[in-house]
């Protein structure tokens, strides 16, 4: 099957408005995205930062936050003029060997991102309601079945949903802020950068990290592709422009949530004489001591929404991670399920193994991970938004590509920086075998990591013709021969665009012949399609209508009356559809030649469709 990009929701909201209601109907992927920029992985490093330098650092978040928004616009433009998420492109730039320790990474960043959003979770129900940590990070993977709700009502719902857990974090530390009653001459003041030495600029290191997220990239790349758009200059214009006023509301609402995190700890803690404040459970025990009871309840229940938000969003950027770099498609239910047990699994083990005060440190050990793994998002994305040949006219200008490798470097630097720092620590404190183990696996890790990052930033230099504005067909249009006639009007034909079409499509022509209709049934099952259903205009789905027009045109250069339809989504169900709107009364189908065990992955549509329609069926199976 083709990969848009989260086909669930591709192109499911419509846009062709009219004034307000226009810009309305644009705004909510980047809310999606921000949450991701106030999880609770950020909530240790602001803690830390606000307790140790007061309010000092805040224009550290503040650059954080300029970055974050430049990476985003560059992301939310590469998923409109391409429509291509970041993982697709990855995929179609860079060679199968570098691809695969790409994915790899990426899926290892988003375990590390949902790791830090469940224990987050888990921490806020215990302050909350006294639920012991291993029982509130086991509760964590029912926001699985969430999800799935949240998505067969449709994209709006979820954003929705999105956006009322980011209003209760907002005005949870509003009413925080009243209590602890922060000198806001002094935080102003430290809106001004300053020199950064020692603890201070480690902890600046950590705060650029944890802001600037990876999995976000990937994120809204593909999440501005649930909006159908008009695919001319101007409607992409619109669309760029619109999706920019978007992520610049959604990611100062971020700025806003981590500065008063920040705030909080230097009001709280650092003006009170704790300075060494790095713990979310002892941040809550100390807000509690120092003014009340109400205090740590409201900085429970955003960390609850923060968790609960970021997770939905992390999840969902492991799916387009998953068909974007490897083009594999697994059921819903299991995608989202093995990426919360990804997460779930260490943080039982640690709390088994090492008792839940290791958690904490579980906290920061997720930050160096992301760390690890956001130039190799960074990188790729800047190179496809310079490459005039992919972008034309949407090339980025020369300031924007200054400024994005300019901020690209500072990222790059700072997080190796962290990583050496991380790496040279846990040698300090290990020894024997630990400190083998160390020098045997972990450092020649970083050092093959160095060397795919410093590929992926060379490889487009010296190749420059990647990726160009041209259309592949999937395949070329087989040679069929002529069938014997039958009594059906018009027979249904699904493509997948395998090897087994040829065989299908003559099968159907020997059951119809030239007085019968067919019409060509293809259906695109990635995450961006179900998603975004008809609107879905992306890059795959123009492949798609090329290579369906292409064999159509075939048929009726041989003589028979043929069409073709698309359908997005769940295949069964949209197969059904169109059988009943185009009158279909018989059907063609190829069989995957999956096992038992792969039905169960990858779902068993020729079941499913036998129970969706009610019209004969016939099964080609693959010629072996």
């Not at 790349?221 to 619109?242: H, N």
């Not at 803690?269 to 409201?298: C, M, R, W």
């Not at 500072?410 to 190796?416: P, Q």
């Not at 123009?542 to 997005?568: H, M, P, V």
Request: hydrophobic share 50%.
């Amino acid at each position: 099957m083709s990969s848009e990009s989260l086909s669930e929701v591709h192109s499911s909201v419509k846009t062709d408005k009219k004034g307000w209601r226009k810009i309305l109907s644009f705004l909510g992927p980047a809310y999606l995205v921000a949450v991701g920029y106030m999880d609770p992985g950020n909530w240790a490093t602001d803690i830390a930062g606000g307790s140790q330098f007061g309010y000092k650092l805040i224009w550290v978040l503040l650059m954080s936050n300029l970055i974050a928004l430049l990476l985003q616009s560059l992301s939310a433009r590469l998923g409109i003029v391409k429509g291509l998420d970041l993982a697709q492109a990855s995929k179609e730039a860079y060679p199968r060997w570098a691809n695969i320790p790409l994915y790899i990474l990426a899926e290892i960043a988003i375990a590390a991102c949902d790791l830090a959003e469940i224990v987050g979770m888990a921490i806020g129900l215990n302050l909350l309601f006294g639920l012991p940590l291993i029982w509130g990070i086991s509760l964590t993977a029912l926001d699985t079945i969430l999800l799935l709700f949240l998505l067969r009502r449709g994209m709006r719902t979820m954003e929705m949903f999105i956006i009322s857990l980011v209003f209760i974090i907002g005005i949870s530390f509003v009413v925080e802020m009243f209590i602890t009653g922060p000198v806001y001459g002094d935080v102003v003041k430290g809106l001004v950068p300053s020199k950064l030495t020692g603890d201070a600029l480690y902890i600046a290191i950590r705060i650029i990290g944890a802001t600037v997220m990876p999995h976000n990239l990937y994120l809204h790349s593909s999440l501005v592709q649930t909006r159908k758009i008009e695919r001319s200059f101007k409607g992409i214009t619109k669309a760029i422009k619109y999706n920019f006023i978007d992520t610049i509301i959604a990611l100062n609402l971020a700025f806003f949530v981590n500065a008063a995190i920040l705030v909080l700890a230097g009001a709280a803690f650092y003006v009170h004489g704790y300075y060494n404040v790095a713990e979310i459970q002892d941040a809550s025990k100390l807000l509690e001591n120092l003014f009340g009871g109400i205090a740590p309840t409201f900085f429970a229940i955003a960390l609850i929404a923060a968790g609960q938000s970021s997770t939905i969003t992390g999840t969902l950027a492991g799916q387009i991670v998953m068909e974007g770099h490897l083009d594999l498609r697994i059921q819903p239910w299991l995608r989202r399920l093995i990426t919360r047990l990804l997460a779930i699994i260490p943080a039982l083990f640690t709390i088994l193994y090492f008792g839940e005060n290791a958690l904490g440190s579980l906290l920061v050990l997720s930050q160096v991970v992301l760390s690890l793994q956001l130039g190799f998002a960074v990188i790729p994305l800047i190179h496809f938004n310079s490459n005039r040949k992919m972008m034309k006219e949407f090339t980025i200008k020369l300031w924007v590509k200054i400024l994005a490798w300019l901020s690209a470097a500072i990222i790059v630097y700072l997080n190796i920086t962290l990583v050496i720092d991380e790496i040279s620590a846990w040698i300090a404190i290990a020894s024997g075998t630990s400190k083998l183990l160390i020098y045997l696996t972990i450092i020649p890790i970083a050092v093959a990591c160095l060397f795919l990052l410093m590929y992926i930033l060379v490889q487009p230099l010296l190749k420059k013709s990647y990726l160009e504005d041209n259309v592949e067909f999937k395949e070329e249009a087989p040679v069929f021969m002529e069938g014997a006639p039958s009594n059906y009007k018009n027979i249904g034909i699904t493509i997948d665009f395998s090897v087994n079409d040829e065989r299908v499509i003559q099968t159907a022509l020997e059951q119809g012949g030239k007085s019968c209709s067919f019409t060509l049934i293809h259906i695109v099952e990635s995450a961006a399609a179900r998603y975004l259903g008809k609107s879905a205009m992306d890059n795959e789905t123009r492949e798609d209508t090329a290579s369906l027009e292409k064999y159509s045109n075939r048929l009726q250069e041989l003589g028979y009356s043929a069409t073709y339809q698309i359908g997005f989504g769940n295949a069964a169900l949209e197969i059904s559809k169109i059988v009943t709107s185009q009158k279909v009364d018989f059907l063609v189908m190829g069989s995957h030649g999956h096992n038992g065990i792969q039905d169960l992955i990858f779902g068993t549509t020729l079941e499913s469709v036998r129970h969706e329609v009610h019209i004969p069926i016939l099964i080609v199976n693959e010629k072996k």
